[in-house]
C-alpha cells in the first residue's frame, strides 16, 4: 500500500511538470503513465490481499466452528456410549448371576428327586482317609501306587461311551463325576463363560491371576459339560492348571488318537466334616484295554501363599 501512495504521488508529480514545460513534456506524460498503472497494480494487490485475510479469517471462524460442534457432537456420542456400556454390563451381570442361579437350582431338583449317593463303600472309605489328609508341601501324591480302583465291570464297553455327574449333598455340594471317556464326547465349539458360582466361591485377585477357578471335575475337552453345577467346585489355581489339566490333557491326546480308545475315569471331590471347599480332588483314570492312561492321584487344593478358611472360602494372604 505504502508503495503504491509513493508511484501515485510521483504520477501527479510528473503530470503537473508536464503541464509547466513544453520541453521533454512527452517524456513526462509517460512518466506520469507508467506511476499511474504501477499505483494502480499496487491498489489491486492490496485490495487482494485484504479481502484474502478476511475470507482466511472468516475461514478460520467457520472450521472453529465446525471443529467445535464436532467436538460437542463425539463428546456427546462418547458420553452415550459409555452409558450404554455401562447398561449393558450390568445387564449381562445380571443375567449371567440369574442363569448361574438356575442351573444351580436344577442341579439341586435333580438331587432332591434321585436321593442316590454316586459313591460305593469303598470309594466312601477312601473318601473319608483322604479328607483328613494334611498338605504338607507336596500338591500331587500318588495312591495305591498309582493303581486307579476300577473293577472288571467299571471298564466294560458294552454301553459305549457314558458321563455321569453325582448329585449335590444338603450343602448343595459336588459329589463324584464318573465317565467311560471316548472321542465321540469331546466338544467341538469352544467353551462359553461359566455362571455356576460353586460352594464357598470367594474369589479375589493376585500376583498370579485369581486366586480360584470354576474347576470342572471331568474337564470340558473331554465331555463338553460347562455350565453344569454338578460338575463345578471351587478350587484354586494350582489345582485347576496345572496339576489336574497335567492329567487331563494325557486323557484328551489318548483319546483323539482313535475312536477305539476308551478311558474310565472318576473325579472326586474330598471335603472335610460341613466345610464348603474341597480339601482336595481324588482323580482315576484306566484306558480299556491297554496301560496307556494309567493313574491314582489325590490332589491337594491349596494355593502357595494363601490361607484358604475351607469352612467358608474366605482367605488371607501368608
Request: aromatic share 8%.
Amino acid at each position: 500500500m505504502f508503495i503504491g501512495i509513493i508511484f501515485l504521488i510521483i504520477a501527479l508529480f510528473a503530470i503537473v511538470v508536464a503541464f509547466r514545460q513544453r520541453k521533454d513534456r512527452i517524456w513526462f506524460v509517460l512518466l506520469a503513465v507508467i506511476t499511474l498503472l504501477l499505483s494502480w497494480n499496487q491498489a489491486g494487490s492490496y485490495a487482494r490481499h485484504k479481502a484474502f485475510r478476511q475470507e482466511d479469517r472468516t475461514s478460520t471462524k467457520v472450521v472453529t466452528k465446525v471443529n467445535s460442534s464436532a467436538k460437542k457432537l463425539a463428546t456427546s456420542l462418547e458420553a452415550k456410549n459409555s452409558s450404554l456400556e455401562k447398561s449393558l454390563t450390568a445387564k449381562s451381570a445380571s443375567l449371567k448371576k440369574k442363569a448361574g442361579k438356575l442351573h444351580l437350582s436344577i442341579a439341586k431338583d435333580q438331587s432332591n428327586a434321585a436321593k442316590t449317593s454316586s459313591q460305593t463303600p469303598q470309594t466312601k472309605a477312601t473318601t473319608a482317609t483322604l479328607a483328613a489328609k494334611n498338605y504338607t508341601g507336596q500338591q500331587t501324591i500318588v495312591l495305591n501306587q498309582n493303581n486307579p480302583n476300577f473293577s472288571a465291570s467299571d471298564l466294560s464297553t458294552a454301553k459305549g461311551a457314558w458321563q455321569s455327574y453325582g448329585n449335590l449333598d444338603h450343602y448343595n455340594r459336588v459329589s463324584a463325576a464318573n465317565a467311560l471317556l471316548n472321542k465321540s464326547l469331546m466338544p467341538t465349539e469352544e467353551r462359553e463363560s461359566l455362571d455356576v458360582d460353586p460352594t464357598g466361591w470367594h474369589n479375589k485377585k493376585t500376583s498370579n491371576g485369581w486366586l480360584y477357578n470354576r474347576c470342572h471335575l471331568i474337564g470340558y475337552q473331554l465331555t463338553g459339560q460347562n455350565n453344569n453345577a454338578k460338575n463345578l467346585m471351587t478350587g484354586t489355581r494350582s489345582l485347576n492348571d496345572p496339576e489336574m489339566t497335567t492329567y487331563e490333557n494325557k486323557v484328551a491326546a489318548y483319546l483323539k488318537a482313535s475312536k477305539q480308545h476308551y478311558v474310565r475315569y472318576r473325579v472326586t471331590p474330598v471335603f472335610r466334616g460341613t466345610e464348603l471347599v474341597a480339601r482336595g480332588i481324588h482323580m482315576e483314570g484306566q484306558s480299556v484295554g491297554s496301560n496307556a492312561i494309567h493313574f491314582n492321584v489325590y490332589i491337594f487344593n491349596v494355593e502357595t501363599g494363601y490361607t484358604i478358611n475351607y469352612q467358608t472360602g474366605t482367605s488371607t494372604k501368608k
